[in-house]
């Protein structure tokens, strides 16, 4: 395999987000409400995010600049996760369009909201499960401010819980590769994680 060594600053800005979205991959999506200080509901895609603590829980997502999500979770300190499962890729994608401030997205993609039950913006009804977040604190890191948020309620659908866990085929979460590209989660193998007494027994 012939290796090239790039220089992300030979790459220029553009350049070097393609690659490394595109080698970071899958990314989990967070599909993310929040309200406006004017009531407005706001829905949009996050694939900058990830799980930061289990003990207490808490997650993070990252705006790329000032976004209408980011402005309203410093102005409301809450925010809800929703899981993207494979039917609902094309209402996520339409959410992702520069909506001009004060527009619904939730209405534009046809979703129904359904009532959170610890913070006020809604969930995404036809999410399978959503994670009711407050903010735990922010930090900007060149441009990308990265949100935490400590989740106070999940909402899971009865039917994806199997032993305090959501069962992956049921959930039917999809990731984001680079560009367009997305990944399903329909394929799924298991490896059971040695121990240092199982390598070490080994030739
Ligand atoms: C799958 C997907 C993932 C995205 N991930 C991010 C992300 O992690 N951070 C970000 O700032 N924008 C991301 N975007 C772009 C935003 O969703 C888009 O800029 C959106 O218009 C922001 O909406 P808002 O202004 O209502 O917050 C993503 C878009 C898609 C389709």
């Not at 401010?145 to 899971?156: E, I, L, P």
């Not at 590769?177 to 329909?186: F, S």
Request: hydrophobic share 40%; glycine share 10%; proline share 7%.
């Amino acid at each position: 395999m012939g290796v090239r060594d790039i220089d992300p600053a030979a790459l220029g800005e553009r350049g070097a987000y393609r690659l490394l979205t595109s080698l970071v991959v899958p990314r989990p999506i967070a599909w993310i409400s929040t309200l406006a200080s004017d009531g407005t509901r706001n829905l949009a895609p996050h694939s900058y995010f990830n799980v930061i603590s289990g003990d207490p829980p808490v997650v993070h997502f990252t705006s790329s600049g000032t976004k209408d999500t980011l402005r309203n979770v410093r102005a409301s300190g809450e925010f809800v996760v929703n899981v993207v499962s494979r039917d609902l890729v094309e209402a996520m994608n339409l959410t992702a369009a520069n909506f001009p401030p004060g527009e619904d997205e939730f209405a534009w993609a046809g979703l129904e909201p359904a009532p959170s039950k610890l913070v006020a913006p809604p969930r995404v009804a036809r999410a399978r499960a959503a994670l009711e977040c407050r903010v735990h604190s922010e930090i900007t890191i060149g441009d990308g401010t990265m949100v935490f948020g400590a989740v106070v309620s999940f909402a899971v659908a009865g039917e994806l819980l199997d032993e305090g866990a959501a069962d992956p085929p049921r959930l039917d979460a999809v990731g984001r590769l680079g560009g367009t590209g997305y990944a399903g989660t329909r394929e799924v193998f298991h490896l059971d994680r040695p121990a240092w007494d199982d390598v070490r027994g080994r030739d």
